[in-house]
């Protein structure tokens, strides 16, 4: 016999109490397992021993701990809770109380209101799940845990005989599926508001992994290790996407350095801001962005995009670099509209004095860098930026995730030492050896590329496609994008990152996460696995996570056209139709359960031909029946079923007895089939 078939035959030979508790732990750590990965490990490691110490309780028929041991316990519990976060409030503190007081619970249920504490503690810490993921994958994985939770929950309420497990999870399944439909319809229907309906705690956004508004040797390199995704991208022109060497996300620019890491250049109060002129060709591109909360204030835009953009949530503010920015940090998906163009300039009429603060560089750092730059200057600033660009070709310069760390003169470390490094490393050698020069640069970081999901249509633009490049100021043409990283690997603006890394060691999980970004060269299989999930994701998000006023209007507008109504003409039917089920729920007659366990007995007895009569009682029904062709078992059920009915009929009983013995019918109408 297999091993699982040989648990499935000890779990069926378990007493009825001890296989219902089995059943509410496996509830309680599917309600559990999503937390294990953000707790401390001494909490996870509590919480495992202390359902460990359950289930051995269980299976072993021990009496549960008493009070004086738990209580201290819990206090010590607690106490360790407030020394990690410091705190015994807020997000992560609340979940790790949850979670242990969930786990001590269990040790301490002994009645049927424990029970239902218990429940209602897997419920509001399932809740708590959203604080950390909200993909559609979590959202079916917490419809599974309601379902064995609902279960566990029905399977102590038996006092009977107890169905067997599959029919259990198919009433908890029908009980579910009873409230899909006025759920679905409240949440499409019920009018929604600009926010969330309660306030969260201070922490419940967590970390998150994006751009930040400096950049360091490494600092880019980090990100690139996440397949995260930083927002999506539909183009809403029927003309093809731009190719992917144009897709510049443009996000923060850098011009303050001070030897090691790049910033943006401080703002002087006070001092009004010279008029940024910029001159546009061709046709926009409109498109339509999704931004994942990131918990900063940068807004991504392809280069050039229309500034006159509109955020109903927040205000907007913008600089003279073009920059765009939030008011306040980011804390929910965004979603705007905007324009952009492909052939633009900026600045082409600035001042002297308006680009002296791009040429600045701290003294005393990389003499051998100021030197090479005195070599390398051309006659004309495109001269310099063609000499630098033809030194990083043809030298054996690497594209590398893993660089070797750099010194206090990081910039003559990279140039004449390691000449290894990743897009920050380029960019910023290159701005340090233009300004030696005596040209205006700038760095510009924010995503380059994207990978277009061809089951829905939308650009996927991940924080591994995070990138650092330059603009310089030439004149008559003003700032204009440089990257040197296409010098040394045009594969990674061509193709994307996978193809312009070396192949990563086999059996690795980057080997793995690298294989499923290579796209034309991954498995067919996976390469479908990756884009379904992707787009099963990007629908959640945009009709589920993102059913806010505006979308919710749109839907209701759309509704109505392909009605053909108007709108206010689909409400008034819509509001008829639930009327109407209203009325009809109310009106309908519902049968008495004696009588209609007795109804459903005689038409199940009906299909065998034995159909009673109009005036047929119970004990004439039983001797016609007897003269049925059944196995022994079923005659004896069907006399034990219609002898209780005619006692309970035409007897009395207190309503204990009559609840008792109508659970008791219910058993047994199963076996008088």
Same mark, same amino acid.
């Given at each position: 016999m297999s091993r699982p078939a040989r648990w499935?035959?000890?779990?069926?030979?378990l007493p009825r109490d001890k296989a219902d508790t089995l059943l509410l732990l496996a509830a309680a750590v599917l309600v559990l397992l999503p937390h294990f990965g953000h707790l401390p490990l001494w909490t996870s490691a509590t919480v495992c021993a202390t359902l460990l110490w359950r289930a051995a309780l269980t299976l072993r028929g021990k009496r549960l701990p008493p009070l004086w041991l738990l209580l201290p316990v819990s206090l010590l519990a607690m106490a360790g809770v407030y020394r990690s976060f410091h705190t015994l409030l807020g997000r992560d503190a609340g979940v790790a109380m949850l979670a242990l007081l969930l786990a001590f619970k269990l040790l301490e249920m002994r009645a049927r209101r424990d029970l239902f504490v218990v429940v209602f503690l897997c419920l509001f810490l399932l809740l708590t799940t959203f604080f950390y993921s909200q993909t559609a994958l979590t959202g079916l994985g917490m419809l599974c845990t309601v379902l064995l939770l609902l279960t566990a929950q029905l399977s102590f309420q038996y006092t009977g005989a107890v169905p067997p497990l599959r029919r259990r999870l198919g009433l908890a399944a029908r009980i579910v599926a009873a409230a899909v439909a006025p759920a679905l319809l409240l949440f499409l229907l019920f009018p929604r508001i600009q926010g969330p309906l309660w306030g969260l705690p201070g922490d419940a956004h967590g970390a998150r992994s994006g751009m930040s508004d400096s950049m360091s040797p490494g600092s880019v390199a980090a990100l690139a290790l996440s397949d995260e995704v930083a927002f999506r991208v539909r183009f809403l022109d029927p003309a093809p996407a731009p190719a992917h060497s144009l897709l510049y996300w443009r996000g923060l620019v850098l011009g303050d350095y001070d030897?090691?890491?790049?910033?943006?250049l401080p703002r002087l109060r006070g001092v009004l801001r010279p008029e940024v002129h910029v001159g546009a060709r061709g046709q926009p591109l409109r498109h339509e962005v999704t931004m994942e909360a990131s918990g900063q204030r940068w807004l991504f835009l392809l280069e050039l995009s229309d500034p006159e953009l509109h955020l109903a949530e927040h205000r907007l503010g913008s600089s003279d670099e073009l920059e765009l920015f939030t008011q306040s940090p980011i804390e929910q998906r965004l979603r705007y509209t905007t324009r952009a163009w492909l052939d633009f300039s900026v600045q082409a009429d600035a001042r002297p004095e308006q680009l002296q603060r791009w040429l600045q560089l701290p003294a005393g750092y990389n003499p051998r860098a100021l030197a090479l730059a005195a070599r390398l200057r051309g006659a004309t600033p495109q001269a310099s930026v063609q000499a630098v660009l033809r030194l990083f070709r043809d030298e054996p310069f690497v594209y590398t995730l893993n660089p070797p760390l750099l010194?206090?003169?990081?910039?003559?470390?990279?140039?004449?030492?390691?000449?290894?490094g990743f897009c920050e490393h380029y960019a910023g050698a290159f701005v340090v050896l233009l300004r030696a020069m005596g040209v205006p640069a700038r760095v510009v970081t924010g995503y380059q590329g994207g990978e277009r999901n061809p089951l829905d249509g939308y650009l996927s633009?991940?924080?591994?496609?995070?990138?650092?490049? #330059?603009?310089?100021? $030439? *004149?008559g043409a003003g700032w204009r994008r440089v990257d040197p990283t296409a010098a040394v690997a045009p594969e990674r603006v061509e193709r994307g990152l996978?193809?312009?890394?070396?192949?990563? #060691?086999?059996?690795? $999980? *980057?080997?793995?996460?690298?294989?499923?970004r290579l796209g034309d060269n991954a498995p067919a299989w996976l390469q479908q696995l990756r884009f379904s999930m992707g787009a099963m994701n990007n629908a959640w998000n945009q009709w589920v996570l993102d059913y806010n006023p505006d979308r919710q209007r749109s839907f209701l507008e759309e509704l109505a056209d392909t009605l053909g109504n108007a709108r206010a003409g689909a409400g008034l039917a819509l509001c008829a139709a639930v009327l109407w089920w209203l009325r009809r729920l109310r009106g309908r007659v519902r049968p008495e359960p004696l009588a209609a366990l007795y109804e459903e007995f005689c038409r199940r007895q009906a299909r065998h031909g034995f159909v009673r009569g109009a005036a047929e009682g119970p004990q004439d029904y039983l001797a016609r029946l007897s003269t049925m062709d059944a196995s022994a078992e079923k005659h004896a059920a069907m006399r034990s079923f219609l002898n209780l009915y005619g006692t309970l009929r035409y007897g009395r009983a207190t309503p204990d007895e009559r609840a008792a013995s109508l659970t008791t019918l219910n058993n047994l109408l199963p076996l008088c089939r």
């Open positions: 499935l035959r000890l779990a069926r030979q030897g090691r890491t790049w910033r943006r010194g206090r003169d990081a910039v003559d470390d990279f140039l004449f030492a390691s000449r290894a633009v991940r924080q591994s496609d995070a990138h650092a490049w #330059a603009e310089v100021w $030439l *004149a996978a193809r312009a890394l070396p192949p990563p #060691a086999p059996f690795s $999980l *980057a080997g793995l996460g690298q294989l499923m």
